[in-house]
């Protein structure tokens, strides 16, 4: 069976994002590679000290990670939510990084939120249950 792969667009990002967008992605692609448990842990651990992102930041963000990185543009969605959160974290804010799953049909996903919305998705991720999630802030 087979996918239909479409890009996103891409945008032109200035200069100055591209680097921090580069390096996000690389971390990123090595970050996805840990067992789900560890990659939370180590996402909560880069979020202490920043402030919550509003909706442009995190869509900037998203943009630019998807101008600099065609696996992000495709679907790799968990290596584009995590370098998009770690390239918000280099701005000195985060997003709600979620993850989640459907099963009608059955799908997984990865996606950062921004004032209570998704950022950037095609997709009604309210279909999602969220089985991870690193929020701006704790709900304790």
């Known amino acids: 069976m087979s996918m239909p792969v479409t890009l996103e667009s891409r945008t ?3 200069w100055h994002h591209r680097a921090a967008a580069r390096f996000a992605v690389g971390a990123a692609r090595l970050l996805v590679r840990l067992r ?19 909706a442009a930041t ?4 998203r943009a630019a990670v998807v101008a600099v990185s065609r696996r992000c543009a495709a679907q790799q969605c968990l ?6 959160a770690l390239l918000c974290r280099m701005w000195g804010v985060w997003p709600d990084w979620c993850t989640g799953v459907r099963t ?20 009604d991720v309210t279909l999602y249950r969220t089985m991870m999630e690193v929020r701006a802030h704790d709900r304790r």
């Open 104 to 123: 009608q049909p059955f799908r997984a996903h990865a996606w950062v939120e921004a004032d209570g919305q998704a950022v950037g998705e095609r997709e």
């Open 58 to 61: 995190a869509g900037a963000a």
């Open 36 to 54: 789900p448990r560890r990659l939370r842990r180590v996402l909560e651990s880069v979020r202490r000290g920043a402030r919550p992102a509003d």
């Open 12 to 14: 032109r990002v200035p």
């Open 79 to 84: 290596q584009r939510s995590v370098a998009t």
